[in-house]
């Protein structure tokens, strides 16, 4: 089977994509239930004519809202760090085995849906993921996307294909940022050849 060459760029690609979706809707739930929050708080201060009601009603609302501004902060700076380490080729390769492939359900408050209509997206408190796990005891988080290694000519794929084409036993270059363990990506040695140069 002929091998993809893995080049820095190509990396560099999947790692700006796992720092989205490591980072992306993880504080917009605060967001998307602050205002119907608001609305509750209007209204039950109206509807039952106590505003003491909707003002502690209204409170949450606002904590939530605070809570979001500060989060925002936090991961965007982050982000910024993420993407100057990545652009600093700042990630270390190792060779892992895969030990195996596992769904699980994980508490991570999120927003889910498509459009930027209210009505269309979902804050949930729970995320089905899949996590790779190695030999070493390391282990790899699928990031929620459409097609992995979208560079490639021969080798791009979904996420349930690369679910089903790793298999225990198969050897993966398991690339990660030094900064943030948490962004990296991983690469079958069945597909791919890393050239370092």
Same mark, same amino acid.
């Given at each position: 089977?002929?091998?993809?060459?893995?080049?820095?760029?190509?990396?560099?690609?999947?790692?700006?994509? +796992?720092?989205?979706?490591?980072?992306?809707?993880?504080?917009?739930?605060?967001? +998307?239930?602050?205002?119907? *929050?608001?609305?509750? #708080?209007?209204?039950?201060?109206? *509807? *039952?004519?106590?505003?003491?009601?909707?003002?502690?009603?209204?409170?949450? #609302?606002?904590?939530?809202?605070?809570?979001?501004?500060?989060?925002?902060?936090?991961?965007?700076?982050?982000?910024?760090?993420?993407? %100057?380490?990545?652009?600093?080729?700042?990630?270390?390769?190792?060779? @892992?085995? *895969? %030990?195996?492939?596992?769904? @699980?359900?994980?508490?991570?408050?999120?927003?889910?849906?498509?459009? +930027?209509?209210?009505?269309?997206?979902?804050?949930?408190?729970?995320?089905?993921?899949?996590?790779?796990?190695?030999? +070493?005891?390391?282990?790899?988080?699928?990031? @929620?996307?459409?097609?992995?290694?979208?560079?490639?000519?021969?080798?791009?794929?979904?996420?349930?294909?690369?679910?089903?084409?790793?298999?225990?036993?198969?050897?993966?270059?398991?690339?990660?940022?030094?900064?943030?363990?948490?962004?990296?990506?991983?690469?079958?040695?069945?597909?791919?050849?890393? %050239?370092?140069?």
């Amino acid at each position: 089977m002929k091998k993809e060459i893995l080049t820095k760029e190509n990396i560099k690609h999947d790692l700006l994509i +796992s720092i989205k979706a490591n980072y992306s809707n993880k504080a917009d739930w605060r967001f +998307s239930i602050s205002l119907p *929050l608001a609305i509750l #708080a209007i209204l039950s201060g109206i *509807l *039952l004519k106590n505003i003491w009601i909707g003002l502690l009603i209204f409170s949450f #609302a606002a904590y939530q809202m605070v809570r979001y501004i500060i989060a925002e902060k936090k991961f965007n700076a982050q982000i910024k760090a993420a993407k %100057d380490a990545v652009m600093r080729e700042d990630f270390i390769v190792s060779i @892992e085995t *895969l %030990d195996k492939v596992r769904e @699980e359900t994980i508490y991570e408050p999120h927003v889910h849906g498509y459009g +930027s209509h209210v009505h269309t997206r979902h804050a949930h408190t729970t995320n089905d993921v899949y996590f790779f796990y190695f030999r +070493s005891e390391i282990k790899w988080r699928m990031p @929620e996307i459409r097609r992995h290694y979208a560079w490639s000519k021969d080798y791009y794929i979904s996420s349930e294909g690369l679910n089903n084409t790793s298999v225990s036993g198969n050897e993966f270059y398991f690339i990660r940022l030094e900064s943030d363990p948490k962004i990296a990506y991983i690469y079958n040695t069945k597909f791919f050849e890393f %050239d370092e140069y």
